[in-house]
């Protein structure tokens, strides 16, 4: 069970000797490795952070997300209700190493971008899409085909990025009223 504030004593990671600090970083970062798949990591944390806890750390990294694929901070404030403040602290964070957000963004985006795939192919499997006819039709559609092929294809393609940044549960359901300026 999570303690209370009243219950927990402060601990300050600092006040241990630097190779203690090391092996007790050292066990988090294993204990996380350890777990297995999607549900163990889901346990683990439910019970390690409080759901408003959880819910700050992917709104950084949703932040971290949208500074990636090239949105600006008026955009963002925007589109999350976040202050500037946090998304300047995210930025600073990309700038200064921000390895360790590349590494989940570039995954989470990989990932987004296979499950907006898999949408789009199934609205193809409507019947009298146009994507269905130039399936059926690939020959006339040949050089249409393999353009889309190949723009599909580039990781770096910004278009494709965004869309995928966007493909997230708390933007989704407003993706018609989200408008680049």
């Known amino acids: 069970m999570r303690g209370t504030i009243e219950n927990m004593s402060v601990f300050n990671l600092n006040s241990l000797p630097k190779e203690k600090r090391i092996q007790m970083i050292a066990e988090f970062y294993d204990t996380i490795d350890s777990l297995k798949n999607r549900k163990e990591v ?12 959880i819910a700050t750390l992917m709104r950084r990294l949703e932040i971290a997300v949208l500074l990636t694929v090239g949105f600006g901070y008026d955009q963002i404030s925007k589109m999350l209700g976040v202050g500037k403040t946090k998304i300047a ?15 989940a963004i570039d995954k989470l985006l990989k990932d987004r971008r296979r499950r907006l795939k898999i ?3 199934q609205k193809e499997a409507i019947p009298g899409s146009f994507k269905k006819l130039k399936k059926v039709y690939a020959g006339h ?3 249409s085909n393999l353009i889309e092929e190949f723009g599909e294809s580039l990781d770096d393609n910004p278009v494709k990025k965004k869309e995928a940044a966007l493909f997230t549960p708390s933007l989704y359901s407003q993706k018609n009223k989200i408008r680049e300026d």
Request: charged share 25%; hydrophobic share 40%; glycine share 6%.
């Open 119 to 121: 949408i789009e192919d």
């Open 141 to 143: 559609f040949a050089l």
């Open 42 to 53: 889901r346990l683990f944390f439910k019970d390690l952070l409080t759901p408003n806890e």
């Open 89 to 103: 602290n995210v930025q600073k964070v990309l700038q200064q190493e921000g390895n360790g957000y590349k590494l």
